[in-house]
């Protein structure tokens, strides 16, 4: 089986392509290794996966589609994971533009090419922030979601609709997965669990937005690639149709979008107070009203994932902070 895996550099990536490594699978890697964070972790990163023989890699933008279409004629894959994407929704405020080239234009590059090669199964990087203003928790796949609240939010939307329609005439089998703020080792400086951490260790303030009234559903990366593993040869076919999709019950395409996420929601402000326990040091909070394109609150429902493949989170929020210091304090030698 080969696996070509998209933003292998990346957090999700990095963490999902040593598994498959692992397990025997021959991956190729595609990433730009963009700088929008540092980009020494990603190097990092991709240095340990280098080291398995079952692995290959090209350094190259999605958007280079002379690039992307050889490597996938190459390599051949037959099954593709699309992870690569402009992520953030704050940095999607004021630099929208580069969303629509990542996460549009490239992953239809990625749907396009899946189709030329037959690709047994794609499956593509969504967001809970699709769900947007939605009040009604937790959010379930079938609820409607009309109300992204960020460029960013809007991109993966695009992305889901744009695969579901290919989906439909080519008859391209595809697994959307919606994933719930997702943390551990080797994780992302821009997001908050890394910002906290550094902020807190440095003694420098710590933006709390919505002056810390915020719930998120916080999944431990371990948990998140086992259920990514699970679900490679879990292939949609039209049998099941409607029965993964919103609004769709008249849909004829191999499709699903399906929740991946921790099912338990975390008050921003315990969040904080466990990293200050572990970490046996208070933060400098600096309270700041709620980001523009912010979600205040999100909550997976998985029933329809675990009904699919058994998945079922294992790490709670305690634990998976206490891994995630754990790395941090070895790998910046705090
Ligand atoms: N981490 C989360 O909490 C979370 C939550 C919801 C959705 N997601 C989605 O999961 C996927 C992986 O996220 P992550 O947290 O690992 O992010 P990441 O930024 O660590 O990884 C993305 C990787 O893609 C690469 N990349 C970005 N744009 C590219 C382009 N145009 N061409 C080629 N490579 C490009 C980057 O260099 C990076 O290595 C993304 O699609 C993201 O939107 C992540």
Do not use: C
């Amino acid at each position: 089986m080969k696996i070509l895996i998209t933003g292998s550099s990346g957090f999700i990536g990095f963490h999902l392509t040593k598994l498959l490594l692992e397990k025997g699978y021959k991956v190729h890697g595609y990433d730009s290794m963009n700088n929008y964070y540092d980009a020494k972790l990603k190097k990092a990163r991709l240095n340990i996966l280098k080291k398995f023989k079952n692995f290959t890699f090209t350094k190259s933008k999605l958007e280079n589609k002379k690039k992307l279409d050889e490597t996938f004629y190459i390599f051949k894959p037959n099954v593709v994971i699309h992870l690569a994407a402009q992520a953030g929704v704050r940095y999607s405020v004021n630099k929208p533009r580069v969303y629509l080239d990542s996460n549009i234009i490239g992953s239809f590059n990625i749907i396009e090419i899946s189709h030329k090669l037959k690709v047994k199964h794609l499956i593509m990087a969504s967001s809970s922030s699709v769900y947007g203003a939605n009040k009604k928790f937790p959010f379930k796949e079938i609820d409607k979601t009309e109300t992204q609240l960020s460029i960013y939010a809007s991109t993966k939307k695009s992305n889901e609709s744009i695969a579901h329609s290919y989906s439909n005439i080519w008859k391209i089998p595809i697994t959307m997965l919606r994933f719930f703020t997702v943390y551990g080792p080797w994780g992302r400086p821009d997001m908050a669990l890394f910002k906290f951490t550094k902020g807190i260790l440095k003694n420098k303030k710590i933006d709390i937005y919505n002056y810390g009234k915020m719930y998120r559903d916080f999944t431990y990366i371990d948990d998140i690639v086992k259920g990514v593993e699970l679900l490679i040869n879990k292939i949609p076919n039209i049998k099941q149709k409607g029965k993964y999709i919103n609004d769709s019950l008249s849909s004829v395409a191999p499709f699903r979008i399906l929740n991946i996420g921790n099912t338990k929601k975390v008050h921003l402000l315990n969040f904080i107070k466990q990293i200050e326990l572990e970490l046996g040091k208070k933060a400098i909070k600096n309270y700041m009203p709620l980001q523009k394109g912010d979600v205040k609150q999100t909550l997976s429902n998985t029933k329809l994932l675990k009904d699919l493949t058994g998945y079922t989170p294992k790490v709670n929020y305690k634990e998976g902070i206490k891994k995630f210091l754990d790395w941090y304090k070895k790998y910046y030698k705090n």
